[in-house]
């Protein structure tokens, strides 16, 4: 076996390891807690800087388990996010359908990359789905945001190496048997 | 020889392609989008799924609250100390103005009296609220506050803190209500200069834009520095609130207006405890309008208040 460089247990999954399949509950758990962590009333700055938990587990989720999650899911979820939103239902619903299909079209280059470079990319699906929300709102009427606008999509590509290695943790197998 | 299957085994089958999935939902949220902010059929489903989030969000604000419970019953005592005093001393200077506005106030109703004029108009009583948390949606100047209709609360209360109007009630829900700001983009407020009794609208003007008087004459006389009070024109607020004050006036020749930009005394998304103004029924009916049915038919989109 090839020896690759050391990636440290905290890391994400060599080309070389093979991967549990993800525990279909794991999935919903992992939706469920990204759409608390984006309803957890919050003020000021941190409401200005909080970055789209749901998008980003849904872009993780529809580019590694495309067979369970993938437009129709993100277009339920996008809908509860507009409800506990109170704001205009089916914007965020269809930003996410997009960011779903997105993911389906680039899932298969995305893998091939280091996870920084992975975010890169990242990056633009998320502002692509912050857009879109501003497009939806700007023909509803609305005046244009301030430039700050974009910093929870770009601050979200940031996290996305930190949530691709704890979404990944259940499924690597045990390091005794991975010994063997 | 048997030929080649064609047909995919189901292993492979995934249903429709990602695109004709990307083009069912995307024509579905279209549709919702137009139902919800064209009819405005989803009021409803929006009331009960309020209803239904609010333990859960308010048990997400649990650990900030009690944060904020054990720190602050740990706070130093002579901060304590000091807060007091301070509110004493605020206390004692307002004095003589409350004392004085009981006595004006007498002056006022028995000179209406006089003269035969309609007793002013004075919100009656009002609820202290506290403010919850402010709107996740980047596109709107909202705030929660943490009573709703269980404490009376209606739709078109203006709301105030000890500054100045803050905004006014635009939702209503059990257990708490909606404040839009007078920042926000759809919101309106007629006001009076204090100086020199123009009367004029306060536009708000959207997220991290100054408010402005629009339809303003460039020879209107207005100042930088002006104070503008509510004029009690629109029957939410009562007259005399501190709204803002002007902070430039910019009269350019090409222009059909004044631009009058205006910055907000109270703090808007500051002030942690509000007071909701209940609106007093003393408000006359509004006079049939010539013109109404006219414009009825016409169609005309006001910027009315939601």
């Not at chain 2, 009076?192 to 834009?209: D, H, P, Y």
């Amino acid at each position: 076996m090839r020896v690759l460089p050391s990636v440290g247990s905290f890391g994400p999954a060599s080309h070389d390891e093979i991967l549990r399949p993800a525990k279909p509950w794991f999935i919903l758990l992992s939706l469920l807690l990204a759409l608390v962590a984006n309803l957890v009333p919050v003020s000021g700055t941190a409401l200005a800087l909080r970055p789209d938990f749901l998008a980003l587990v849904l872009l993780y989720w529809c580019i590694q388990q495309p067979r369970f999650v993938g437009v129709g899911t993100a277009w339920v979820f996008g809908l509860l996010m507009d409800v506990g939103d109170a704001t205009v239902f089916g914007q965020h619903a269809l930003a996410y359908a997009v960011l779903a299909y997105g993911a389906e079209y680039f899932r298969r280059r995305v893998l091939r990359f280091p996870l920084w470079q992975q975010a890169v990319q990242v990056a633009v699906l998320l502002v692509l789905c912050a857009l879109l929300v501003l497009l939806v709102r700007f023909v509803g009427g609305s005046t244009l945001p301030h430039w700050t606008y974009l910093e929870p999509p770009l601050i979200g590509a940031l996290l996305w190496p930190l949530v691709s290695v704890l979404l990944q943790t259940p499924q690597r197998p045990s390091r005794s048997r991975s010994r063997n | 020889m048997r030929p080649i299957p064609v047909y995919t085994p189901a292993f492979f089958n995934r249903g429709p392609s990602p695109l004709a999935r990307l083009a069912f939902f995307g024509v579905l949220s279209l549709a919702l989008l137009f139902a919800d902010t064209r009819y405005r059929y989803l009021e409803n489903v929006r009331q009960v799924v309020v209803a239904v989030l609010y333990p859960v969000q308010r048990g997400l604000q649990m650990p900030g609250v009690a944060f904020a419970y054990v720190t602050g019953y740990f706070g130093s005592k002579r901060e304590l100390a000091d807060e007091n005093s301070m509110l004493k001393q605020e206390l004692v200077a307002r004095g003589p103005a409350t004392q004085g506005f009981a006595r004006a106030q007498d002056e006022n109703a028995r000179l209406r009296a006089l003269l035969d004029m309609r007793t002013q108009y004075y919100a009656a009583t009002s609820t202290a609220v506290q403010v919850l948390y402010s709107s996740r949606d980047p596109f709107a100047q909202k705030l929660f506050v943490d009573k709703g209709s269980n404490a009376g609360i209606v739709a078109g209360a203006g709301v105030v803190d000890e500054n100045g109007v803050v905004g006014q009630v635009t939702r209503v829900f059990p257990f708490m209500a909606e404040v839009t700001l007078i920042t926000d983009r759809d919101q309106a407020v007629p006001v009076q200069v204090e100086r020199s009794a123009v009367r004029s609208v306060l536009f708000g003007n959207g997220t991290g834009r100054a408010p402005e008087l629009r339809f303003t004459s460039p020879s209107a006389d207005l100042r930088i520095g002006d104070r503008l009070l509510t004029s009690g024109l629109d029957g939410t607020y009562p007259p005399g609130l501190a709204v803002a004050e002007i902070v430039d006036v910019v009269r350019d020749s090409g222009q059909m207006f004044a631009r009058i930009v205006c910055k907000p005394l109270a703090g808007i998304d500051q002030s942690e405890y509000l007071l909701v103004l209940w609106p007093s029924a003393a408000m006359p009916p509004r006079p049939e309008e010539p013109g109404a049915a006219e414009a009825a038919k016409k169609g005309g989109r006001g910027r009315g208040r939601r």
